[in-house]
């Protein structure tokens, strides 16, 4: 009788440390004697002591820092590129038995993966169309992880350290686009109101007054000698004096048209002089 008891307290001993518990978020992967033998959880589980093993996978998304990398670019720039990475385990028995170390393989994966896609693209694609290249690392990626039991749910390249010279020539090309554009709006705007001109002439003079110059030049447009000129064009023409012939063709003057030939000549020949 008290052997059985013995027997009957050594068994509910060892019912007792067979018990494991299994977090929502993990699954337990177990191995009787050295096979496996299913994944259990969460909850209560029985894991028979001595006999059999668990190795518990965490179901939770993982966010992978990826260390900076020194990338050439398809244009031959040198930069530093990081980024992060989230993957999960999908199949947590692959993820123990396909591969030794599935968090340092994937983070490997993903170094080597982002050096040969940055490779293949250009500095501007790369500080302008990062959704693009976000989702093609995120496809690589997650295709060869796949057979592992890891599903990748999102790539982000994090920060693009571009070297000093770089960053003072796309200094550089920004000053100059924006000065290109700036003469565009002006010579728009000068273009549309005829006002601007004159604005533009004062600003000119009052510029080149604070130089402290001994010759000035004034710009004058020639929008300003636009009424002048067409004062000019609208006065009536003096009427030069008719012609008079050598000889009459055979039509007689009459006495009233001879005064009045007379005068003009005689009024021409007084003007001839004043202009001389």
Known sequence: MELLLS??????????????????????VVFFLGRYWGTKGPGLIFLPAGFASQKRVSLRIVALDITPQDVITRDNVSVKVNAVLYMRVSD?????????????????????????????????????DREKINAVLKKIIDERTDPWGIEVSAVEVKDVDLP????????????????????????????????????????????????NNSTTIFPIPIELFKPFLQTQAQAPRPVSPPAVDAEPQGA??????????????RLGAARTPAQD
């Open 92 to 128: 947590p028995a692959r993820a123990i038995i396909e591969i030794e170390d599935y968090r340092y393989a994937t983070s490997q994966l993903a170094q080597t993966t982002l050096r040969s896609v940055l490779g293949e693209v250009e500095l501007d694609e790369l500080l302008s």
């Open 164 to 211: 000093d010279q770089m960053k003072r020539a796309m200094a550089r090309q920004a000053e100059a686009e924006r000065e290109r554009r700036a003469k565009v709006i002006a010579a728009h705007t000068l273009a549309t109101e005829p006002i601007a001109i004159q604005l533009r002439y004062l600003q000119t003079v009052t510029e080149i007054a604070a130089e």
């Open 7 to 28: 027997l009957l307290l050594a068994a509910v001993v060892y019912s007792f440390v067979s018990l494991r518990v299994i977090r929502q978020y993990e699954r337990g």
């Open 252 to 265: 007689a003057l009459s006495a009233g048209d001879l005064s009045t030939l007379m005068s003009q000549l």
